[in-house]
Every structure is written in structure tokens, then in C-alpha cells.
């Protein structure tokens, strides 16, 4: 178990430091669409609009897809809270782990193989942009099977922790106790007690 805790924490660190780099893409994308509407707006040719308006979309794309991981692990994605929320908490590790193991992996898997295919067929075939955009299209779309890779190693990293959690000692059980916590605590009505194990 002390393995499986010291995996996850690599795991995590890996897949969050990824995230937290690409999420400085945010002010690159700001920038392109304010030059973009600014060059625009005064009639500037430096760069041809559609190049600009790629350039955004493949900011979003990249930011978006290498921080997917990363939100997962942090549990910053969507949720049914409204059932999520009343259920004991070893009921949601256990709906974690069946997620992360049955849809999260797989699913993963699975994009990152046939999105590599995707990416390598596009660098063969030394694609571009059709109007006269960017070049080199397969640096955007070699994006997807990077970011599910990100994501399939977030999935493994929490199904390890669900594993921890049911299975492991009560000192390592804390390192993973966030799987289990109700992050919208606040929605339990007043003289409602919060679920126990």
C-alpha cells in the first residue's frame, strides 16, 4: 500500500504540474484575441485574421485539453451533486472507483490510440489549415492524445486512492479522504447532519 500511496503522489504531482504550466496559456489566448480584435477593429493586416483566429482555437483546444487531467484530479469537474452529495461516503469512493476503472481509463485508452493515429496521419500528410491559416496541422490535433493521456493517468492516480481509502491503513486512508468529502458541504440544510460512514 505504501507504493500504491507514493504512485499516486508521483502521479499527481506529474499530471498537476502539466496542468499548472498549461494553464499560463490562458494569458496567450487573451492576448491573441485582443490583438485580434484590436488589429481588426483598426484595420491592421500584421497577421491575417484567420491565422489569429486559428492561433485562439488551438490556444483553447491545448489549454483545455492539458488541463483536463489536472481538474479532474482536483475534483473541479462537473458533478450530480444533488445525489452525489447525500450518498455515505464510502458509496462515492466506491461510484469513484467503478467510474475511474469502467469509463475513465477505457475511454481514455481509447482516445489516446486512435487519437495518435489522428495526429500521426495529419503529420504525413503535412497538413495545413484549408484558408490559408496556420501550417503543420498536426501539432494541434497531437493535443488529444497527449491531454486523454493526461487524464487516463488522473484516472488511474484516483482509482489508486479509492483503492487506498477502502482498503488501505487508517494513516495512509487520509491522502485520499477528499474522494470521499462532500465538496458542496455547504448545501446541507441547517440541523441536518452530515452522512457517516
Known amino acids: 500500500m505504501e507504493f500504491i500511496d507514493r504512485l499516486t503522489t508521483g502521479l499527481d504531482r506529474f499530471v498537476s504540474g502539466v496542468g499548472r504550466i498549461a494553464a499560463w496559456l490562458a494569458l496567450f489566448l487573451m492576448a491573441a484575441i ?12 500584421i497577421v491575417s485574421s484567420t491565422k489569429l483566429q486559428e492561433l485562439e482555437w488551438h490556444l483553447h483546444a491545448t489549454l483545455f ?35 475511474a476503472v469502467l469509463f475513465v481509463i477505457p475511454y481514455c485508452a481509447i482516445l489516446v490510440y486512435w487519437g ?26 497531437s493535443m488529444i492524445p497527449i491531454g486523454f493521456f493526461l487524464l487516463m493517468l488522473s484516472g488511474l492516480a484516483v482509482a489508486l486512492k479509492c483503492i487506498l481509502y477502502l482498503f488501505g491503513p487508517e494513516h495512509l486512508r487520509g491522502h485520499a479522504a477528499f474522494i470521499a468529502e462532500t ?12 452522512l457517516k460512514d
Not at 75 to 91: G, S
Not at 123 to 130: F, H, V
Request: charged share 25%; hydrophobic share 40%; net charge negative.
Open 34 to 45: 485582443i490583438f485580434d480584435v484590436i488589429s481588426r477593429s483598426q484595420n491592421l493586416q
Open 65 to 99: 485539453l492539458l488541463c483536463l487531467g489536472y481538474a479532474y484530479l482536483k475534483d473541479a469537474h462537473v458533478r450530480i451533486e444533488i445525489l452525489r452529495d447525500r450518498m455515505k461516503p464510502r458509496t462515492k469512493v466506491w461510484i469513484e472507483l467503478i467510474g
Open 116 to 141: 495518435y493515429i489522428f495526429a500521426d496521419f495529419a503529420y504525413a500528410l503535412n497538413e495545413g489549415s484549408p484558408q490559408s491559416g496556420l501550417s503543420d496541422r498536426w501539432i494541434i490535433k
Open 183 to 194: 465538496h458542496h458541504a455547504e448545501l446541507v440544510e441547517a440541523g441536518e447532519e452530515p
